[in-house]
């Protein structure tokens, strides 16, 4: 069920910092301009690598990191039916080249997919330890593990599973608040705050 | 007194989120890389645009942003001899393409400069004022100029410019705390707050 | 219009800490918790001093500095109505003491005052530069202002009025999030950022 | 080794906000400020309590827990004799009224002390399992454990302790920064974050 769904391949220029209201989403469920940056950068992209972006979301993560692997390859995994139609509609207005939608549950679905470089997990659907493991299976040394967490409980999980499999692990923690440009009162308003774990094999 | 001083040319692949310590540097001065990538999001960098970095520090922003601007050309300007030979060393290393050095006090050095997309200004050597007014003259509609505060004093006046200058602002603050990956517990280590402020001229 | 309006005397113990949904109050205005007992530390209240507590919303700086102030008044200042009934069954339910309510705009209902020690300045109705103009006026040396901006606005017109007068001023920022106990995974949910500006009369 | 230290008697007057150079300490380790009455309001104090303060380093929080606790008593628990020398002097000056120290190892010497209602844990010297199994089996039901943690590993161990245990559990992140006001320029110093956690026995 891996789908060929690409973008019609006209590149706007290589570029980074997509607005959220960009997206077509769920509005609350985005990751965060800031934060989504953020994770690029952790991510460690190098231009022809394999990324699996597993709950994949509105496909942000993945379109945003179609510039940086112009020679690579990106499977943004989600299992909802509805965030896949979102991610359907992004891909095609950002005309992404090297994005490619995974209808199914992980880990079950990461069986058809390439070896990974890199993996960023967004959303884990309850099944957080067995993704884990799968990814680490496949995964060569000094591969890469991003994870987003926003409950102390994935932080908690997603920790001890990488402690136990030896992996190098840095957590950072990302507080953002934005003026809103449009009020006559430039408010601040927080995000909530997301704990970013890299996570390097060893 | 604008050099030509670029890297080989030898791309090592388009990617993102260089550690702060692969940068020669003053270590404490250094924008952060969490910063560092927030602050080229907010630049909406497209790929053919002319980029000023104005208190370029140890170059960290140019270099970073050189894969953002295949086409583009990035001018880094810094008074200080210190920072411009730590800009020499990081320019090499990283085999940027398209960033310029310029040695010469902001504002007077900009003349000599092609007018500007974007301006990111992460030092201004006690002349904000003045290096925002040329900027604002040189600045096309919907360019963009992009300031790091650290101080209350500096967001403040950015602030009022830009206010006066009939700006679109948003002012992002982010908090970044990171655990150090080699220490036996994780203790979370906090950066001071910056504000980046993104302004739009209309 | 200052009312001798007090709760019944019955003094509950001296405590700190008062969950904000023990307040009666407009949900989303009320100082959170965390922050509030912060802004009492700010006010390094002594037992027999005398605190303006101007734009008192709920009334739930004045209630928990009560037991701060056992030999103290507490002019809490509301203009408007809704608010003050808010302060009055929250002044009934805490058994305060020491709390006066005031109805009316500052800075006019302040001339009906004694002079302060220390002011809180929570909300300001657009008077901002009057209400410190006056509250400057009738503060003795070494007098405490401390001020809550949730605004860029606010914290920038308080600074360059406390700059002016010659005060020392001290600003920090609080990013407060909390897990919620309640639901099964515990997500952090992050609170709006608050300047807490604390200035000392010279 | 429960030693009836006391301070003079002599109230100077019910308070709050201590500020931190104020006590004898190693500067670096000592609980700011704004988190001492953060964790003291979470502490839910009532006049009468009877606190175990659990590595207490300087004594800061028992000392600023001694007027919210004007018929209580306080037992500042230091197994490290630098640090108790501390203690000792800050008692002196700040003229506590019902803090007693208590030299020796938690959670051996917790034994020779009375039941607490609430129990502060800023420091475990390794044994934070322990010390709160104990504290588990004096605390009455609707008792407090109040526990400060700086490190990843500190709070993932007592969230899974309060969990087994059955404790309602809230953890709340405070990120500060504060400006100095002794400088030119406002200058934003970021404190490292610091994770409250507040369990309540079931």
């Known amino acids: 069920l891996v789908k060929q769904f690409e973008g ?3 590149d706007s220029g290589s570029w980074l910092g997509i607005p959220d209201d960009e997206f077509a989403t769920v509005k609350k469920l985005i990751t965060k301009e800031e934060v989504r940056v953020v994770t690029l950068a952790k991510l460690r992209l190098r231009q022809d690598m394999i990324l699996w972006d597993i ?5 942000s993560i993945s379109i945003e990191a179609d510039h940086l692997l112009p ?11 509805e965030c896949r139609d979102f991610i359907k509609q992004n891909l095609q207005k950002f005309h992404t080249r090297n994005v490619n939608l995974v209808e199914g549950d992980a880990p079950a679905c990461l069986d058809d997919l390439p070896d990974p470089d890199r993996v960023f997990i967004g959303g884990s659907g309850g099944h957080l330890w067995d993704i ?6 496949r995964l060569p040394a000094d591969g890469r593990i991003v994870l987003n967490a926003i409950t102390l409980d994935t932080l908690t999980a997603a920790n001890e ?3 136990n499999a030896g992996y190098e692990v840095e957590v950072t923690t990302i507080n953002v608040a934005r003026t809103r440009p449009l009020t006559a009162y430039k408010m601040f308003e927080a995000y909530n705050p997301v704990y ?4 390097v094999k060893q």
Chains 1, 2, 3, 4 share one sequence.
């Open 55 to 59: 709950g994949a979301g509105s496909g």
């Open 161 to 163: 599973f990488f402690a």
């Open 71 to 81: 020679n690579g390859k990106i499977f943004a995994v989600e299992r909802n039916p």
């Open 132 to 137: 884990l493991t799968i990814a680490d299976k």
């Open 196 to 199: 970013i774990l890299a996570a």
């Open 8 to 10: 019609e391949g006209k």
